[in-house]
């Protein structure tokens, strides 16, 4: 069993909608839990980073965690077709250099 | 501001040819890492070095060298390359946390 899951998708919404994107985990210490955007044939870039449990939002963006369900979420209010990327959650153990294990990542299209 | 550059950006090999990664960063981060990208297994992590002057295995580190440079370059090579090595590779520079800011990759081909 992997560490982290993340359905690979495709998952296709219309412009506008929400959409909501997961990933559960296994270890339960992680602490540390970000969400990266992939372009094709472009690096991953970070899009949102997190401490422990709750929410943190930016622009259209909102990371949730809940370390007792171990389940991590993104939300990206008003998709834009500019948002069609594969997102990769990401998480590890604790500050400084640790080990980041990766989701294998959704890939999301948003229909003009 | 370039970040992080990676040479060259595609490249095929025949099996048993070596060739070298390039990576530079230009943001003055203490710590380096090779990832490769595979369908259905996410990243990878293959070799990093925290600082200047060290380097560790990751997580699969089999059939590939590295070398730290200098503070701005980590080379990844492989010395016989294999069909099993053909991937997405990624470089990635980080300040000693685990934001890391990644490379355009670098695709390769192994026949």
């Known amino acids: 069993q992997k560490e982290v899951e993340q359905d690979p998708g495709p998952l296709s919404v219309p412009e506008g909608a929400i959409v909501s994107l997961n990933c559960t985990y296994s270890?339960?210490?992680?602490?540390?839990f970000m969400w990266y955007r992939q372009y094709s044939r472009k690096g991953p870039e970070l899009l949102m980073y997190?401490?422990?449990?709750g929410n943190k939002e930016d622009g259209r963006f909102t990371a949730q965690v809940d370390k007792s369900s171990k389940y991590i979420s993104l939300f990206i209010r008003d998709s834009q077709p500019s948002d069609s990327a594969t997102y990769l959650c990401a998480m590890s153990k604790s500050g400084g250099y640790q080990k980041v294990t990766f989701g294998t990542g959704t890939k999301l299209q948003v229909i003009p | 501001n370039a970040g992080v550059t990676q040479t060259p950006k595609f490249q095929v090999l025949k099996t048993g040819q070596s060739m070298t990664l390039q990576c530079a960063q230009d943001?003055?981060?203490?710590?380096m890492y090779w990832y490769r990208q595979d369908p259905g297994m996410g990243l990878r992590l293959i070799y990093y070095s925290a600082s200047e002057g060290t380097t560790d295995k990751g997580e699969v580190p089999n059939g590939y060298n590295v070398s730290r440079l200098n503070k701005r370059e980590f080379s990844l090579r492989l010395e016989s390359a294999a069909p099993s090595q053909t991937s997405v590779y990624f470089c990635?520079?980080?300040?000693?946390?685990?934001?890391?800011?990644f490379g355009s990759g670098t695709q390769l081909s192994v026949l």
């Open positions: 270890n339960s210490a992680f602490q540390y």
């Open positions: 990635a520079s980080s300040e000693a946390n685990e934001k890391l800011f």
């Open positions: 943001m003055n981060h203490n710590s």
């Open positions: 997190t401490y422990s449990s």
